[in-house]
């Protein structure tokens, strides 16, 4: 006859794992990785890949090698970060972004940055279709972006990849807000600042350093750039009309003082000036923005899903 008390210690371990790993993941959740806004759920299957991950930390950890050592073979990251007036170290653990992370504590962190501060763009752009009665559908039809708010988005992610500031100083995404020498700015160019890359030759009187005004006023100039005509785009012999003349408009037609300049050397065509696809390389971020804010269309398999932490 089976000894049945032998199998009562075997089936307490079991539960005993399925409750420790149930608990990791459910601390994931509970701490602040979840950044669906509840109308996304995660998959079983990323929950496996997470609980296999944590299994995996532990078990690294356990074999002597430090918690940094323990992420960094997950390709994951260890912060600090206040946590009840305390300071913790925080896993960070990304799920379905296909990049490689170079130094992956720093990098997501800028992520973390880029959620945070597109919801409040979000917010903002929001308010302003409000007020202005603009259309989602007509966005839509014109640029495949589910809102105008989207759309802001999807702009904001080519102008400086939803980022303010130089860099992210103490896991403070807005470190810089009302400091200009800690604002970003565009490569090769002195003059554009901030989320949205607000030229200050063009539009001198805005307090680029400011987070706010900047968004404010980049989404409202993209506003002011829309027509419903289209309008010959002459660098590209392309015509653009409704939300994709408006992006046009925002980063410019290529024309100073009555006339059109394409090219640096017009004699040697191989330096264009400006952005020539500028309108195709916002559209292209539609997945990007579909995988980092699931109200633009959900997560996508090439975007940034979700990030997790986890105090340990």
Not at 40 to 54: K, P, Q, Y
Not at 97 to 104: A, G, H, I, V
Not at 106 to 115: F, P, S
Not at 152 to 171: F, G, P, R, T, Y
Request: overall charge negative; proline content about 2%; glycine content about 10%.
């Amino acid at each position: 006859m089976k000894n049945k008390r032998g199998d009562i210690p075997v089936m307490i371990l079991v539960f005993g794992v399925f409750a420790i790993c149930g608990l990791a993941i459910l601390s994931f959740i509970i701490y602040g990785g979840k950044v669906f806004d509840g109308k996304a759920e995660l998959s079983v299957g990323v929950l496996e890949e997470l609980n296999s991950d944590v299994e995996k930390f532990y078990f690294y950890r356990n074999a002597g090698f430090s918690s940094e050592e323990s992420a960094e073979k997950l390709g994951a990251g260890i912060f600090t970060e206040g946590v009840g007036g305390e300071l913790k170290k925080i896993l960070i653990i990304e799920k379905g972004s296909t990049e490689k992370l170079s130094n992956p504590a720093e990098d997501l962190i800028k992520k973390d940055c880029k959620q945070v501060l597109g919801e409040e763009i979000l917010k903002i752009a929001r308010e302003i279709k409000e007020e202005k009665n603009i259309d989602d559908s007509k966005v839509k039809e014109d640029t495949g972006a589910e809102s105008f708010e989207c759309l802001v988005l999807m702009l904001a992610m080519q102008e400086n990849s939803i980022q303010h500031c130089k860099e992210v100083k103490d896991n403070d995404c807005l470190y810089c807000d009302g400091k200009i020498d800690e604002v970003s700015k565009a490569k090769g160019d002195e003059r554009s600042y901030g989320v949205m890359q607000i030229n200050l030759a063009v539009h001198p009187n805005v307090h680029v350093e400011n987070f706010e005004e900047n968004a404010r006023y980049g989404i409202n100039y993209l506003i002011s750039n829309y027509r419903e005509a289209p309008q010959k785009y002459v660098c590209k012999d392309v015509n653009y009309s409704g939300w994709q003349r408006a992006l046009r408009g925002y980063n410019g037609w290529n024309v100073q003082k009555g006339e059109i300049y394409c090219w640096r050397d017009p004699d040697n065509k191989k330096e264009m000036i400006g952005d020539q696809d500028y309108v195709e390389h916002v559209l292209s971020k539609k997945d990007l923005i579909s995988g980092m804010f699931s109200e633009c269309g959900g997560v996508s398999e090439g975007g940034i899903k979700v990030t997790y932490k986890l105090i340990i």
